[in-house]
């Protein structure tokens, strides 16, 4: 009961920071002040869905879900880092913030009681402009629908080569590539993005990044997507705006749902590819 009760108290507070008036440290206060304070004392992640914690700090992280939509989990790294513009995530030997995201996405399904189609699901970072939170974190939650449309019409005219996307998207000018590979790891998308447009960490501030899993002729593949603050009126490179967080893009579930025993499969997946974390 007080175990209840205590978790309860836990997920109050982390409504109230993460709430629309958040204070801009409130992910950090959340995953240190929380998260990590509940696990060194009782080996709970909670409210954290997981906590990451290799011997060298700066590769671990922390997931959350959002309490206010559930579809929506936030990695957070576990090292104090302001954002895109880090100059942890320039150095050799970083950790792949993106590659993790998107082996997490099984917590999506197993919310969702069922498989979710890869191309159904985006992960993106915001600018220091576009962003609520001075602590680096990374969201993955499902596509809007008409994002993914449009993307899927322009994937003939995306190459290896960053160029811009034919259309402008939801309003503001955007470039993409594709990357070639199935899975997420070793991607970096933000390190990409640098190189092309020869950016230092702190002009990268001014640019979001998002990596959409699709096909290229039946073909599993990313695009990865920039956009910078400025390129267009009112465009503050916050591309968190191409994500839906209630995931409407998404149907019922069938009614034999996500089993336990996917579920399960799913997490080993995960597990098999990074080390022991402790986690719910």
């Not at 998260?35 to 906590?51: E, F, G, K, V």
């Not at 640019?207 to 990313?222: D, N, R």
């Not at 009112?234 to 409407?248: F, I, M, T």
Request: charged content about 20%; aromatic content about 10%; hydrophobic content about 40%.
């Amino acid at each position: 009961m007080r175990l209840r009760m205590f978790r309860g108290l836990m997920l109050s507070a982390m409504a109230l920071l993460l709430g629309g008036c958040a204070r801009s440290d409130a992910l950090w206060m959340v995953t240190q002040d929380l998260c990590m304070t509940n696990y060194h004392l009782r080996r709970d992640s909670a409210p954290c869905q997981q906590i990451y914690q290799p011997q060298r700090k700066e590769q671990g992280f922390s997931v959350l879900q959002n309490p206010r939509y559930l579809y929506h989990f936030i990695l957070v790294p576990n090292l104090a880092m302001s954002g895109i513009e880090s100059i942890a995530l320039s150095r050799e030997g970083r950790t792949d913030y993106f590659g993790y995201a998107w082996l997490m996405r099984y917590r999506l399904m197993a919310v969702y009681g069922a498989d979710v189609p890869d191309d159904k699901l985006g992960m993106v970072i915001n600018s220091a402009w576009g962003r609520s939170q001075n602590q680096l974190h990374i969201h993955l939650t499902c596509l809007r629908e008409d994002v993914r449309r449009q993307l899927q019409a322009e994937r003939p005219y995306i190459s290896e080569q960053w160029r811009p996307l034919p259309d402008r998207l939801l309003n503001h000018t955007y470039y993409a590539r594709r990357v070639m590979q199935p899975a997420a790891m070793g991607i970096y998308p933000i390190a990409s993005v640098a190189r092309h447009f020869h950016l230092s960490p702190p002009q990268l501030a001014e640019y979001g990044v998002a990596l959409i899993p699709t096909t290229f002729s039946g073909e599993k593949g990313f695009i990865l997507l920039t956009t910078r603050r400025g390129w267009d009126k009112g465009n503050r490179a916050s591309v968190e705006s191409l994500l839906d967080k209630r995931c409407e893009i998404l149907t019922a579930p069938p009614a034999s749902g996500f089993t336990l025993t996917r579920a399960a499969a799913a997490q080993s997946r995960y597990t098999s590819a990074t080390p022991p974390a402790a986690g719910r």
